[in-house]
């Protein structure tokens, strides 16, 4: 398997532009998470799916952050507007049992 | 409740020597503990797991301690080398739920 998959891996936007990060999960999977990375804040859960339906989306900061799971093999996590501390490393993570399989990342730059 | 501390916040061992990494947590509902180690640019990486019924783990070079009425776990690598040069972070998961709670992350580095 290809492991999961993340793309871009780096995105450079300006300041209230929409950003749509884009995660594939590892076939048959059925729980994916959504974290972002900081020097500040370290790794913080921003929301995870069960079989595509959100069972947790306290750690999304605020509206202007939405995720979606239209089906088992893709999830977005969309930025609208973006800001310059949404500066960040994005991670996707799928799993199927206690262990998550983390993706490679997007780093976010907002200017 | 949900928090898990982890410490030091950075580390640095000489090559051979046994680093020690500990994390803590509050919430005795927990029963699934990773450690999941990170090299720069790249994801976190599952290194070694343990549930609360047992005291020890060990994989290789990899051990963790667990102390349940301490509340305490910890990793210990023997024979540190220069490529365990990582960011290493514990986690906290309680039962019906593979939601990790993660410490806040330690950065070893292993002089050669």
């Known amino acids: 398997d290809a492991g999961v998959i993340q793309s871009p891996r780096h995105e450079v936007t300006e300041m209230g532009q929409e950003v749509t990060l884009r995660c594939k999960p590892i076939s048959g999977h059925d729980y994916l998470f959504w974290y972002r990375q900081t020097m500040m804040r370290g790794l913080e859960l921003l929301i995870y799916f069960n079989n595509n339906v959100p069972i947790d989306d306290s750690g999304m900061p605020e509206d202007r952050f939405s995720a979606k799971m239209p089906n088992a093999s893709f999830s977005t996590l969309k930025i609208q507007p973006s800001e310059p501390r949404d500066s960040a490393v994005y991670f996707c993570?799928?799993?199927?049992?206690?262990?998550?399989?983390f993706g490679p990342g997007t780093r976010l730059t907002v200017l | 409740q949900q928090q898990v501390k982890q410490s030091p916040q950075s580390l640095i061992v000489q090559k051979g020597g046994i680093s020690i990494i500990n994390c803590a947590y509050e919430n005795t509902a927990f029963d699934y503990f990773p450690w999941y180690q990170q090299f720069p640019g790249k994801g976190p990486a599952l290194l070694i797991a343990?549930?609360?019924?047992?005291s020890e783990k060990k994989e290789g070079r990899f051990t963790i301690s667990f102390n349940k009425s301490a509340k305490q776990f910890s990793l210990h690598i023997m024979d540190s080398q220069p490529g365990d040069s990582a960011t290493y972070f514990c986690?906290?998961?309680?039962?019906?739920?593979?939601?990790?709670?993660f410490g806040t992350g330690t950065r070893l580095k292993v002089l050669a």
């Open positions: 986690a906290a998961s309680g039962p019906g739920t593979y939601k990790y709670i």
């Open positions: 343990i549930r609360p019924d047992v």
């Open positions: 993570a799928s799993s199927d049992s206690d262990t998550q399989y």
